[in-house]
């Protein structure tokens, strides 16, 4: 079976001269920020990794075909689109597929990244082990596609609507390293830290890059994940957010709000509940990590061609 894949002719031009590139997630644009910010956030964070000399590559699945690369016209429609399906592992062939059009999640830019060979991939959080799972069993694809495929994630963490403790146990478990940069706790997603101590801990793209193709040379499975602190400047404090998420907790809770739509759910009642400053502070750490997975991206491929 032949799969529809088209790279846009900058990824296209990248991989040929083996320039680096840095994957972008779609879910974040459709599902995650209200237009027209989404729009707005999604050419900056392009612009972002042009500035830090790495190419774009942002993932979504078009009326059938798998794109590595975006041309604006394409991020318009999907920025504006309604009632996009929201792409994992599970379904993102099946979108293929039957000609569908799909925003790619954490996991599903993960497999699109490895068939288009890109090792580094900025998003905002990973999602991860949600609260109350012990009932719901509602624990994010994000986690086990980490744990298989090998393409090192730049996010703010696990996004801090979660059960934090218990996501990172589950990548330990898994065997994914996670490196805290640049502190020696783990960043909470709109919080610079928390009172998690960070398994790993790097202050260099360049170790970074190198444990990427060590881990690749050692023939292991799966990726890393870098976990990147907001700019202290532009964090919300963790005990500001706490009775907003649970607010919003208990919103979905009430209103029966179950699988794919609890995290567009959260994400969109804390950005109401906090007039907003979610929002702001989401985009602040979605560039930061742009520009971290650049510089990442710069030192693999310099590593892989001398
Ligand atoms: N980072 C953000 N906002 C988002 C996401 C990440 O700043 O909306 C998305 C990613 O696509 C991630 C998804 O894979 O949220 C998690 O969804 P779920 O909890 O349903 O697995
Ligand atoms: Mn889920």
Same mark, same amino acid.
Request: hydrophobic share 50%; with cysteine; aromatic share 2%.
């Given at each position: 079976?032949?799969?529809?894949?088209?790279?846009?002719?900058?990824?296209?031009?990248?991989?040929?001269?083996?320039?680096?590139?840095?994957?972008?997630?779609?879910?974040?644009?459709?599902?995650?920020?209200?237009?027209?910010?989404?729009?707005?956030?999604?050419?900056?964070?392009?612009?972002?990794?042009?500035?830090?000399?790495?190419?774009?590559?942002?993932?979504?699945?078009?009326?059938?075909?798998?794109?590595?690369?975006?041309?604006?016209?394409?991020?318009?429609?999907?920025?504006? #689109?309604?009632? =996009? $399906?929201?792409?994992?592992? !599970?379904?993102?062939? *099946?979108? /293929?597929?039957?000609?569908? +059009? @799909? #925003?790619?999640? =954490? $996991?599903?830019?993960?497999? !699109?990244?490895?068939? *288009?060979? /890109?090792?580094?991939?900025? +998003? @905002?959080?990973?999602?991860?082990?949600?609260?109350?799972?012990?009932?719901?069993?509602?624990?994010?694809?994000?986690?086990?596609?980490?744990?298989?495929?090998?393409?090192?994630?730049?996010?703010?963490?696990?996004?801090?609507?979660?059960?934090?403790?218990?996501?990172?146990?589950?990548?330990?478990?898994?065997?994914?390293?996670?490196?805290?940069?640049?502190?020696?706790?783990?960043?909470?997603?709109?919080?610079?830290?928390?009172?998690?101590?960070?398994?790993?801990?790097?202050?260099?793209?360049?170790?970074?890059?190198?444990?990427?193709?060590?881990?690749?040379?050692?023939?292991?499975?799966?990726?890393?994940?870098?976990?990147?602190?907001?700019?202290?400047?532009?964090?919300?404090?963790?005990?500001?957010?706490?009775?907003?998420?649970?607010?919003?907790?208990?919103?979905?809770?009430?209103?029966?709000?179950?699988?794919?739509?609890?995290?567009?759910?959260?994400?969109?009642?804390?950005?109401?509940?906090?007039?907003?400053?979610?929002?702001?502070?989401?985009?602040?750490?979605?560039?930061?990590?742009?520009?971290?997975?650049?510089?990442?991206?710069?030192?693999?491929?310099?590593?892989?061609?001398?």
């Amino acid at each position: 079976m032949h799969l529809p894949l088209s790279l846009s002719s900058d990824v296209h031009r990248a991989q040929n001269s083996a320039a680096p590139i840095v994957a972008l997630e779609s879910t974040i644009i459709t599902h995650g920020m209200p237009y027209p910010q989404n729009l707005q956030v999604a050419r900056q964070v392009e612009a972002d990794v042009r500035a830090a000399g790495a190419t774009p590559a942002t993932i979504a699945v078009m009326d059938g075909t798998l794109h590595v690369g975006l041309e604006d016209a394409q991020l318009q429609t999907l920025a504006k #689109a309604q009632n =996009v $399906a929201k792409l994992s592992r !599970a379904d993102m062939a *099946a979108c /293929i597929a039957t000609g569908g +059009t @799909g #925003a790619t999640t =954490v $996991a599903a830019t993960m497999i !699109a990244a490895r068939l *288009a060979g /890109i090792h580094v991939f900025a +998003t @905002g959080g990973i999602g991860g082990v949600h609260r109350g799972a012990e009932n719901t069993f509602d624990i994010s694809a994000d986690l086990q596609e980490l744990a298989q495929t090998p393409v090192t994630v730049v996010g703010a963490g696990a996004k801090a609507i979660l059960d934090l403790p218990k996501t990172f146990e589950v990548l330990e478990t898994l065997g994914v390293p996670v490196i805290a940069y640049g502190q020696d706790t783990l960043p909470a997603f709109w919080s610079a830290t928390s009172d998690m101590a960070a398994p790993l801990r790097m202050d260099d793209p360049a170790r970074i890059a190198k444990a990427h193709l060590m881990r690749a040379a050692m023939g292991l499975d799966g990726g890393q994940l870098v976990a990147n602190p907001i700019p202290a400047q532009d964090q919300i404090p963790s005990d500001v957010l706490a009775p907003i998420i649970q607010t919003a907790l208990d919103e979905a809770a009430a209103q029966g709000i179950t699988a794919k739509a609890v995290t567009p759910f959260l994400l969109s009642r804390i950005f109401e509940l906090t007039k907003g400053a979610s929002l702001t502070a989401n985009i602040a750490l979605v560039r930061n990590n742009a520009r971290l997975a650049s510089a990442i991206a710069c030192e693999i491929s310099t590593l892989s061609t001398h």
